[in-house]
């Protein structure tokens, strides 16, 4: 190809040159991507340490220049700690109950003989199609007549209606890619059916599981639709909730509401970042 | 210690159609013997080894073990031992807790199964790989550890579902001697399943040859090789396979059968068993089949379209008029690919075999009793 096209001249270069440059572009990229990102975590944690006088000035402080606690020490006098308290049991519960029963669930469907069920598997999918408004009235009326309304198990488990198709549906397909050999040489060898799953596919299973768990950690922290119709009393609330009580008749407490939601942030990173080491050593796991 | 199977069946149901994979076969395998089930793909040689583990459940059938019923036994509790083809070493564990762990599901104390486990690795030459994990075990490793798991619980019986197949030539030989030392040691019947007819020759005590879900022959290596039952034994066992020629029964006289084939008679001493005018199968082994360049001098003659090495030996084949024709005791040199070639072969090494059912007439009278060495490959 000669030189005389951009193109050409391109391929002329050498090839050293050529990942160098393919390498930054990459990298510009990335960058760019990570500034869309980063960049409203950023806003919200400068505008938690600007007092609140400063708010609204223009141009907007990006950089806080006489940070301050103020808003955090407000946000503290709510009942913040007790919404965060409920957050953690309430994803810890979601959590949970969404790996333990995708686990056994997408165990059996891969595994068992059981009629139809590759269907039944891809039917499980449209549950994650409903959007929580259409679920949660019917779920309202219901929990109200059998008494779990208002309670922190009730909305658990109402949350984990709409986490699980997907996490069962994620097992099924995890669990097709453990070879059965493993299994049934463990039964050979002198395991029952469960000490087989348990001892023998369970472990291989791992990353799906912290696949799973990480999904359902990440809807249950964030959700809004289904605690705020199922929880009426604010002394249960989850933090979302919590967060729009600084949303007031006449004015919007920004201050207060980005501090609430740094707090919020926050042990999504811690849980992400002390299960990504696991993920990859899951996958180390089962590569033989 | 014997295993029994007893007019075993297993269908599969896949939607509305039936797969017969095994169809009523009886199985009898003696204490310490080293039985082979041998056949193609689908055969269903692995089914009925997964039967006798327990991880198939049959449709009809009984399977013994020592004489105690295990046909609805899970396959936990039939104390046997099972090798498979990707050889399942658990990748979340250590070469040693490996091995040790059919100890571990037994309720063996720690330090008990650990000794016992070293003992194995130490008898397996794998003494110093016991703190590494699966995958960082060269493909003979893999196959050590996974022999040494079987045989740490001194299980009833050895069960192996094509353990080799995954393995380079050279591999294959080495861990094939492995698994006879453990077998000759632990004195306990291994049923060995393979479609590799040559490994099954060299290994085992007893074959059964299977096709289709029948048992097509069960024999010693010997018996199989210089008599079988009928072609498809015949056809299956040997490499290269048995050259078949079609013929017809042409007279029948003084305890001499004289058979047509391509227009050429072959007289066979033979008293019953064909009528004037019955279509017949002549079977010639590859290894009792000459060809020289003389066309006058062979019995039948074509072109030599290929000559190849196979190991020591050169491989003529030669198309005659239904088909080819391999030859593989080349005396003369200088033989040229697609030039007019004959065929010599002695009329004593002919096996006769029914045209219609494939069934065995007649053999020749066998190489060792002939004081020559059968010509195994």
């Known amino acids: ?233 604010n002394s249960k609330w989850v933090l979302t909730l919590g967060l729009y009580s600084f949303t007031q008749a006449e004015s919007v407490l920004w201050g207060q509401i980005m501090a609430a939601s740094t707090l919020l942030v926050l042990p999504t990173f811690f849980f992400v970042y002390y299960l990504q080491k696991y993920i990859l050593r899951g996958f180390r796991a089962t590569r033989i | 210690m014997t295993i029994v199977v007893n007019s075993l069946r297993k269908t599969y149901t896949a939607g509305a159609t039936e797969h017969l994979a095994v169809d009523g076969i009886d199985l009898e395998i003696g204490p310490d013997e080293f039985f082979t089930l041998v056949g193609p793909s689908g055969c269903g040689k692995s089914t009925t080894l997964r039967c006798i583990a327990g991880l198939e459940t049959p449709t009809s059938g009984q399977i013994l073990v020592d004489d105690e019923d295990v046909t609805d036994t899970a396959p936990n509790k039939r104390g046997l031992a099972m090798m498979f083809q990707d050889i399942a070493l658990y990748p979340h564990m250590n070469v040693i807790d490996n091995i040790a762990y059919p100890l571990k599901v037994r309720g063996i104390d720690k330090e008990e199964r650990y000794e016992r486990a070293r003992e194995v690795a130490d008898l397996m030459q794998i003494p110093e790989l016991l703190k590494k994990y699966p995958g960082e075990l060269s493909g003979g490793q893999r196959q050590r550890t996974a022999i040494a798991r079987t045989i740490v619980y001194d299980p009833r019986a050895f069960l192996m579902d094509e353990p080799l197949s995954d393995l380079d030539a050279q591999l294959k ?50 018996e199989l090789y210089e008599e079988p039952e009928n072609t498809f034994v015949a056809g299956f066992i040997g490499n290269p396979s048995m050259n078949f020629i079609p013929g017809t029964v042409t007279d029948r006289s003084n305890g001499l059968v004289t058979v047509e084939a391509y227009g050429e008679e072959f007289e066979l001493e033979l008293t019953d068993g064909v009528q004037e005018d019955d279509a017949v199968e002549i079977g010639i082994r590859p290894e009792r089949v000459n060809v020289v360049s003389d066309t006058e001098a062979g019995r039948f003659t074509g072109r030599l379209e290929l000559i190849e090495r196979v190991g020591d030996r050169r491989l003529a084949t030669v198309d005659v008029p239904d088909g080819e024709i391999r030859a593989l005791n080349l005396r003369e040199r200088g033989l040229q690919q697609g030039e007019d070639v004959s065929v010599v072969f002695d009329t004593n090494d002919i096996h006769l075999f029914d045209g219609k059912t494939g069934d065995a007439i007649k053999h020749p009278v066998t190489y060792s009793k002939r004081g020559e060495a059968a010509q195994l490959d």
């Open chain 2, 173 to 222: 030989v080495e861990i094939r001697k492995e698994i006879q030392r453990v077998h000759e040691r632990a004195e306990k019947p291994t049923v060995y399943v393979t479609h590799d007819q040559s490994e099954a020759l060299s290994m085992s005590d007893r074959i059964a040859v299977m096709n289709d879900g029948n048992i097509m022959g069960v024999g010693t290596p010997d």
């Open chain 1, 1 to 233: 190809m000669s030189a005389d096209t951009p193109i050409g001249y391109w391929y002329q270069l050498p090839y050293q040159t050529r990942k160098k440059v393919y390498n930054w572009l990459l990298n510009l990229v990335l960058a760019v991507g990570l500034v869309i990102v980063l960049f409203p975590i950023y806003w919200m944690l400068a505008t938690s340490f600007i007092p609140p006088e400063q708010l609204f000035s223009v141009p907007n402080p990006l950089v806080p220049t006489n940070a301050t606690l103020e808003s955090y020490v407000a946000v503290l006098e709510t009942d913040v700690l007790l919404w965060y308290k409920n957050t953690v049991i309430f994803a810890a519960g979601v959590v949970t109950l969404t790996t333990v029963a995708a686990t056994l669930g997408g165990y059996g469907l891969a595994r068992l003989d059981i009629p139809y069920k590759k269907t039944f598997a891809r039917v499980i999918l449209f549950g994650y199609m409903f959007p929580p408004i259409l679920l949660s009235i019917p779920m309202f009326i219901f929990w109200r007549q059998i008494g779990i309304i208002n309670s922190l198990p009730g909305v658990i488990l109402a949350q984990t209606a709409t986490t699980l198709p997907f996490s069962l549906w994620l097992m099924w397909q995890f669990f097709q890619t453990v070879p059965y050999s493993y299994e049934e040489s463990a039964r050979v060898i002198g395991c029952s059916r469960f000490q087989a799953f348990y001892e023998v596919a369970l472990p291989l299973a791992k990353p799906g599981m912290i696949a799973v768990s990480i999904f359902s950690f990440a809807i249950a922290w964030g959700a809004y639709t289904i605690p705020t119709i199922l929880l009426t009393s």
